[in-house]
């Protein structure tokens, strides 16, 4: 089993930026692709980043290329996901996953990803 902690969720004014932070822990070596997602309110589970095991490749959302980076250091079993000129649109609970088999492709269903963390809220105010 992997477990997955979220942390570095908060409030900020629209524009600011926020770091967020997933610690893997557990059989880590069983993971591949990891990836972001958000939840707003009353909305569908969304893709938001993914980055392959190696780092070496990344995929963002449209809705948000050019203001977040996701980035993963394997020594720290950390994925991290800065965030840039924050939207109110960008608010949300962000979810970390995991994905345990590999993907030629960084995949951008919730389906495909077999561990969650419990989600960290981000709320951008106007």
């Known amino acids: 089993q992997v477990q997955l902690v979220e942390s570095g969720g908060g409030l900020v004014q629209a524009g600011g930026s926020l770091r967020l932070s997933c610690a893997a822990s557990?059989?880590?070596?069983?993971?591949?692709?990891m990836a972001w997602f958000r939840q707003a309110p009353g909305k569908a589970r969304e893709f938001v980043a993914g980055?392959?095991?190696?780092?070496?490749?990344?995929d963002y959302t449209d809705s948000v290329k050019g203001r977040f980076t996701i980035s993963r250091d394997n020594a720290k079993n950390t994925v991290y996901l800065q965030m840039s000129s924050l939207k109110p649109e960008d608010t949300a609970v962000y979810y970390c996953?995991?994905?345990?088999?590999?993907?030629?492709?960084?995949?951008?269903?919730?389906?495909?990803?077999?561990?969650w963390g419990q989600g960290t809220q981000v709320t951008v105010s106007s």
């Open positions: 980055i392959t095991w190696s780092g070496g490749t990344t």
């Open positions: 996953a995991a994905a345990a088999r590999y993907y030629v492709t960084i995949p951008q269903n919730t389906g495909a990803y077999n561990y």
């Open positions: 557990g059989r880590t070596s069983g993971t591949n692709a």
